[in-house]
């Protein structure tokens, strides 16, 4: 039979797993091959996966499995990604949903986030790890590179309450070439779909000389959509097959961002330590009304959340935000 989760609509059956080997099909029903196994769980601050307007300075427990239905040539994740699932099955972790979200509670953590590969690759586990979020009024999030079908996108919606989609170029011919899928157009269908319907940031990695030239294209085609849409520019360093490319030049990015500035309220450029451009500002006075600390590699954190019920503290604006502050957060003291 096939399976309808993603676009490449695989035809499965108890020998064939599909492209991202996580599947079978037994008497017309489609199993989940390595059900609530988890390459890894983990405690996180959401400002670092990145969510930067999600829960501002909260805990998050992150969450993978294995595969992907994606083959990017430049994959920082690759080792768990793109090898064989078969192989990973018995060193992963088998947590039921309730053990997942008994952990996440004992670390404090105020929302689930699946973020080391593409959840479309693990949706029954999910879907019922949901149930149990759901009970424990824990909100789930998710990195997705949003190559589902529609019905697909719809389940992803049904599961996760906000998003950070991977939009890595802007084209088909990139999408062929560098990440190993004929088409562009599912993914930014679905980005249009789910930004209607939940919390969506996006994020751009950036490689120097092969999509540096799309974020332009990519700003606009964001702002078509919703101009309040937060967009994560990674500065991104290559690996796997493309570990002996250039490391983006932090200056020449920054400046062909310029013009996205001016179509999009939040533009953020980061992925290496002391960037000065992970704060957010009103856009309506310009005031730094949540301000960040960039640690590098995913390490971002809150540093302040100058806001009072989601609106600027010198203009009244309101600013985006799903959730607010987390209540436990300790702003940095400041010794005179
Ligand atoms: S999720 Fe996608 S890649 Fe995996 S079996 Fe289904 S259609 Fe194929």
């Known amino acids: 039979m096939r399976c309808g989760f993603c676009e490449w609509r695989c035809e499965i059956d108890e020998q064939r797993h599909g492209v991202c080997q996580m599947y079978s099909a037994r008497q017309g029903v489609i199993e989940e091959r390595f059900p609530n196994r988890w390459s890894t769980y983990s405690l996180s601050r959401i400002e670092a996966l990145p969510f930067y307007h999600v829960i501002p300075g909260s805990r998050t427990m992150t969450l993978g499995t294995t595969s992907c239905n994606f083959k990017c040539r430049y994959c920082s994740n690759a080792y768990v990604a793109l090898a064989d699932p078969a192989e990973h099955a018995p060193s992963m972790y088998e947590m039921t949903p309730d053990d997942l979200v008994r952990q996440a509670r004992k670390l404090s953590c105020r929302s ?198 989601n609106r600027c503290r010198k203009c009244g604006r309101e600013i985006r935000v799903l959730g607010t502050v987390a209540p436990d957060f300790v702003e940095r003291v400041v010794c005179a």
């Open 112 to 309: 689930m986030v699946f973020n080391v590969n593409e959840p479309t690759v693990s949706l029954p586990s999910l879907l019922a790890l949901k149930r149990s979020c759901e009970a424990a009024s824990l909100p789930m999030g998710c990195l997705t590179n949003a190559y589902t079908t529609e019905e697909g996108t719809e389940l992803l919606a049904s599961i996760f309450d906000f998003f950070n989609i991977g939009l890595k170029g802007i084209t088909s011919a990139f999408y062929k070439e560098y990440i190993g899928v004929p088409r562009i157009d599912p993914v930014l269908r679905n980005v249009r779909r789910l930004a209607a319907i939940r919390h969506v940031e996006v994020t751009t990695p950036v490689i120097q000389g092969v999509n540096d030239d799309h974020l332009q294209e990519t700003a606009e085609f964001l702002a078509g959509i919703d101009p309040e849409i937060p967009w994560h520019v990674f500065r991104l360093l290559p690996e796997h097959e493309m570990k002996t490319a250039e490391y983006p030049s932090i200056d020449a990015v920054n400046d062909m961002l310029d013009s996205a500035r001016t179509l999009l309220k939040h533009v953020y450029f980061h992925n290496f330590v002391g960037s000065n451009w992970v704060n957010t500002r009103c856009p309506q006075c310009g005031e730094n009304v949540i301000e960040r600390i960039s640690l590098g590699c995913g390490g971002d954190r809150l540093d302040r959340f100058n806001c009072t019920d």
